[in-house]
């Protein structure tokens, strides 16, 4: 499918909450299961606790796998999660410096990695993503670089060193390929993000130091959508700011949760929580506290882990497409001359 000529922005509201603290602790990361079927996996982490919570568009809860330890099959400290087509998950670990992968169920299927700085080692990898052909690329983060491998852990390409100049990096963490194959790094200490072509050539950068629009303060994910729209998770400005294919400034989200579907559930069976939210003010609640990871679908949902506040919150894009005759040719810039 190609991307659109032009777009109509026609709004991008606030569509939904999912999850609650006492299923979505903590959520660090999110992956979807395939378009049309709502399914989504959740990965949770806390002190002495990982967990993958399943999970639905619908707000119902699908039950949990994981378990904390360093032998095969258990996680430590996970950062990034990300489903295939057959719904297999792979997790990173940045304390294993290890990927595991388990299957929708929960059964562990394999791991590759081991710490260190050769070609298919780790030193805490952090974000992941597909591309068309479920190669995976992951950020490793303290050896400030990406690695490309097979699903089954092969090492393919790797590129990047430490530094602030075009094709380097200070701790990466986030990652995302776009529909045409194209790559974007959230650079998290040099408060950028990066683009690159599938073999890693250098093809633009953007953001700088800042809380101002289009400025970031320690980004931790980047999504693209399929009209080219990018999404970066501004997690110290605790907001997403969305920028068009060619990195200019759109919006910012900055949270406008309500309470979930389950949450109310809950309230409704729990008298003393109910009068603590009686007597609390509201207002803050909506918004984004440390957001750590984003996705969209094809449907144009945008889904945010409000992480300090365990919940996902869920927004739904509206875009009109439009064709070269409904859509004037770039206008010059507005000139100051003198009379």
């Known amino acids: 499918m190609a991307r659109p000529y032009g777009l109509l922005r026609a709004g991008f509201p606030y569509l939904k909450t999912l999850g609650m603290r006492r299923l979505t602790n903590f959520p660090v990361g999110i992956a979807l299961g395939p378009e049309g079927t709502g ?19 619908d707000d119902e809860d699908g039950g949990t796998f994981g378990e904390v330890g360093d032998e095969e099959g258990k996680l430590q400290w996970p950062v990034s999660i990300i489903a295939d087509s057959e719904e297999n998950v792979y997790i990173s670990d940045e304390a294993l410096d290890r990927i595991s992968s388990f299957d929708s169920d929960g059964e562990f299927l394999a791991c590759f990695g081991e710490p ?77 993000i990066q683009k690159f072509s599938a073999d ?42 969305l920028f068009n294919q060619e990195a200019r400034y759109v919006e910012k989200f900055l949270g406008a949760a309500t309470l979930s579907k389950i949450g109310r559930e809950y309230m409704m069976t729990n008298a003393s929580p109910n009068r603590i939210r009686d007597m609390a003010v509201l207002e803050p609640q909506k918004f984004l506290r440390q957001p750590r990871s984003i996705a969209v679908d094809a449907a144009g949902h945008l889904f945010i882990t409000d992480t300090g506040s365990y919940r996902v919150q869920v927004y739904q894009k509206e875009a009109i497409h439009l064709e070269p005759h409904q859509f004037a040719p770039p206008m010059r810039s507005v000139t100051l001359h003198q009379e």
């Open 39 to 57: 399914r989504m996996f959740i990965l949770c982490r806390q002190e002495g606790a990982a967990l993958v919570r399943k999970y639905s568009f």
């Open 200 to 241: 890693g050539e250098f093809v633009m950068k953007f953001g700088t130091s800042g809380s101002a629009d289009g400025e970031f303060n320690r980004p931790t994910d980047v999504a693209v959508d399929l009209d080219g729209d990018i999404y970066v998770c501004d997690r110290g400005n605790n907001r997403v700011q």
């Open 116 to 192: 260190g700085s050769g070609e298919g080692q780790f030193n805490r990898p952090a974000g992941m993503a597909f591309d068309a052909d479920e190669n995976i690329y992951i950020v490793d983060s303290m050896n400030h670089r990406v690695q490309k491998f097979a699903k089954d852990g092969q090492f393919i390409l790797g590129w990047g060193s430490f530094g602030d100049g075009d094709a380097q990096f200070d701790m990466p963490w986030g990652i995302t390929v776009d529909e045409l194959g194209d790559v974007y790094v959230a650079d998290w200490r040099n408060d950028r």
